[in-house]
């Protein structure tokens, strides 16, 4: 992932290295420094390396899972179209001439193959009873069998499809037919071509890649009969069929029939391009500008061309790059959960970054005398700083190695179990697996964030502790502490703080996400070397952690549209910026926040001096608990508001399944070759009588939209509704135009007035959250039929809270919801009854009403959808996913566990001396245990307590200031037993990583500890 | 576990008990005391054999050249170290005998420690620290509080009683540790290098704080000192080499003194 990053990385641990190897070069005394602290303290050595370790290795699981998605996309997609890079759908009347004249493209140095298929959709069946299996949509194509095999030459594994033709009343299916319909060699299937039903026998199955996949990603059930076989069943059913009538049901869509004009195959001719199944991909921009070129006319209208131009009423022959399409959704779907994974992540790093922190300022505290008296020979500061440089750059060099394996590991963990979640995918949605697989790129880039973390770590920690007093450091005395800083870095520090408050103002004003919390914290930061000449220390960190906590808690509410950029950032930064200011409000009043204890730690008894020794340290030590606290914090903080906000959208299932649906629970959805002409009256009469509440037909058509805000042109579905689409109940809307009484009054506004729209709520979203969306109800827009070229100016009535039920009628973006009538005006014949929706009747299950539906117009190849369930599994999927993150972010939680486990394990080392002279006092081994166990329960649970309260405040706050969450009246459901057992688990944990370094400190035998110390 | 049961521990035994010529009786009798420190395969005799026996109200000084194992001695004597043969009797209660969790016990009601590096708990005032032994030995809060301040006023440092020891003078850290050893009346205080750490004036002060303890209060102390001035100051001097008693000069009995 991230090969644009690698350069610049490469080049900076580049320098790092360089600048560490000149430095040992040059300075042999400080390489030998360095090199021989390493091999000294071995074990010290290693709880540096293990706290880097974990850095880079949740960077590299990061990455890991985003290639892992953009490799199995990328696959499925490859395979799935194996030589196929462009496809050319040609209508019926125009397939001979688009072959024809794309034919001289076979000569083209950068195309290595033309195939051309007629074909269409057909329902198939098999068998009957309860046994019967169906799908109502597979591809049946007539394609030349010999040339398929040929097609895209040899390259890589095939075309996909060769060996024997079919002949008549045979039929060969792809894996994923055969798979769905149970079938093999030899069976019969019934085939509705055209609404005929024609049995054909079964000869071989083929793989679902490269040609037998058909040139869809989407549709993979595929059938191939024999020539001749399509234009006979076409014949029979124009044939058969009525002559045209309009129906009331379908609107009256004027004199032309096309449903007539659909009953002959569709002409595709599949190019593939020169350089394989992946290098012709490279081609594709420029073999589409030639194959558009070579249509001339006959080529559909691209959405940028104007609308007045072609010929009005010819449909035109379209031509995807279905490949290049797969190839960039892969890419971005898996650069956006590795950067999804990446900031969740980045709490567990920031935590790691602080156990680095930690380890090394206290190795360089048990360093002191020697460092003073490196300083007291004549070591200049710097040299000590080159001299720490040297050691950290190979703690970082061996962690960021060893990370980059571990990193592999934690990928493969999280695929795993995504792909668990994604199974769930595959039966829905036509097939979904993961591939674990990694890149280079993302080993090198790990490696290289990895190691920078570390190194700058470490640098910068350097130079804090190359700042000792001589004297101090060599009699191991505590530092001067808090000195006081010169006026020209107060009065430079007091400029900066001038100059970011302006920033943050102007920030602030525009709400934009990340600066709205850093900047004025940066502020309130630079003031602090000022404050501290007016005031006493402790008030004046008090005093600003508050008021940065106060802030960061209160920015949601005075600016609604902070987190409206979308950015992962913002909730990084505000996690970061609560957690650290409620750190320093808590590590500045300690005394105060632990008075409640004293009754406990004042008991004459052991376990009162136990408390009172436990509760001591992690006082008195205010850097150093700070550190974990911020690291518990932050984890907790995320691990908490994850559990929340999933609860939270769990609970709005009810309201999400309303606002889909508006009262229909099930979408069917046609075959435009053998429509239901009257979907009204057929699904509720019949076997459907008294199972059916209400039918709202749906009419689409492919639209273009124009003029609508900062959008440019955007295709999308022209949706017709009639006065049925009120009777199932009500699709809420997300805004209406002013002046309308309320939601129905918007709807009815557009039933009866053909100038107003209803519109998806995220026409033209890019993904780029809510701020990319800026329009509104009374808003115009102008829709245009790209066929005809009529273009319309419309007035957005209202929008809509969930266009799912409309999605995918026609081809483009959302819906834009229109009359029947209107529709029928702009549009014409190109307008098709395509889908209905359909209200079961009280005590009907959507289950049974749905397949009941399917089964009985499988002829007519009807899909049907149920909303309900479609929205529960995508919640369930979402549920899933929140999971899978609290799983990624753990890890965190096991660097803030480890990281208190090392702490404490430095913690005995260090006060060897005072664990001997309490053994002398009379302390019990026992009691020294107890006194470090509640020592480590002291802080962890301060910052899980920290982290939980900041976390459940926070999530409260963002869900009071979301309108939408407001207005759903599910309340603010918290999930205590969830958070209970997160806490209570993190607890435990930390009390057991601790466990071994307490019995260490409770063996310690008080001579040898008094010896060694002395 | 409530300590206040296990100060009936130290009381004196008959075997203990004062002599009727007036010489007091023995607090601590070491007998054939042998201690080995092993470093992989040497051995190093630290401690050979030795025969030890301190009254009730002496102030004895341990002197012998660096090696000579005084504070192997002190580590032994006290309970601190184990050793590897004889017996070393406080009270007439075998200190090896007992397990640690007894030992320690009895350290905490009948032994006070004065170190080199003083050795005060860092992150305690030095109220905190005085008042720890007390309540270890079960005394209430409120009372051991009483009974540390008293102290602290009693070596000068009344004035200090909420101050951190990174935030007193080498000397008055001594001085904080000297009423630490001596907050809960022990029966000996043993003080290793008492002086080591501090400049003459604040080591002249230090010793005639424990010298004024034992004239005034009888407080049994057994110090470990290379300072020559010391250990002609104390009743009885002991010298050491290569872990044997190499002499024992009785200058002048505390009970004399008295």
Redesign the interface.
Known sequence: MYPNLTPYLVGLVGLALAGTLVISLRHGVLRRLALRQIARRRGEAALVVIGSVLGTAIIVGSLVVGDTFNSSIERQATAALGPVDEVVVAPPAQGGEVARRLAPLRSDPEVDGLLVLTGGEAAVGKGDGAGRKAEPRAGVFEVDFAQAAAFGGAADRGSGLGGPGPRSGEIVINSDLASVMDARAGDVLTVWLYGQPTDLRVVRVVPAEGVAAAGAVERRRHGFVAPGTLAEAARKARAARPAPAATPGSGGLGARDPAAERLAPQTFVFVSNTGGVKGGNSRSDAVAAKIEAALGPLAAKGKDAPADQGAADQPGAIVDKPKQEALREAEEVGNELGSLFLFIGSFAIIAGVLLLVNIFVMLAEERKPELGMLRAVGMRRGRLVRAFIIEGAVYALVASLVGVLVGLGVGRAVVIVAARIFETFSEEEGGFNLFFSFTPTSMVNGFGLGFLISFLTVALTSIRISRLNVIAAIRD??GEGGRRLKRRWVVLSTLAAAGLGAWALLAVSQSRGVETYLLPTLTALALCPLLLRLAPRRWVYTGVSLAVLGWGLAANTVRPHVFDDGSTATFVVLGSVLVFSAVVLVSQNQELLTRPLRPLV?????A??AT??GV??P???RFRTGAILIMYGLVVFTLVLLTVLGNVISSSVGEAVADASGGFAIRADFNPSGPVTDPSTAFTSGRFAGKVAAVAPLTAANARITGLGRLGALDAAAVGVTDAILDGGLFPLDERMAGLGDDRAAWRKVLADPRYVIADRFLGDQGAGPSSIDYHPGDTLTLTDPRGGTAERKTIAGTLRSGQAFYDLARGNGPVILSQRAVAAQFGSDAELSSALVAPAAGTSDEALAADLQGEYLPASLVTTQIRRQVELDFAANRSFFQLMEGFLALGLAVGIAGLGVVMVRAVRERR??I???????????TVQRSFLIESSFVALEGIVLGTVLSVVTSYLLFKNDPELQASGIGFPVPWTSIAVLVAATAVASLLATLWPARRAAAT????A??I?? | MNLKRRRAQAEPTPATAARTDGTPPALLVAEGVRKVYRTGEIEVEALSGLDLTVRQGELVAVMGPSGSGKTTLLNCLSGLDGIDAGRVLLNGRDLFAMSDAARTSHRATSMGFVFQAFNLIPVFTAAENVELPLLLGGIGARQARRRAVEMLERVGLGHRTGHRPNELSGGEQQRVTVARALASSPAIVWADEPTGNLDTATADQVVELLHELNRRDGQTIVLVTHDLAIGASAGRLIRMRDGRLVGDELRQPAWAVR
């Open positions: 005395l505590a004042a008991r004459p008894s052991l009162g001096l009172r020794l001591a340290y006082v008195a030590r001396r005072t001997g002279v309490l053994r002398a006092l009379g302390f019990q081994s026992g035998k008080p001579a040898v008094l010896r110390a002395d």
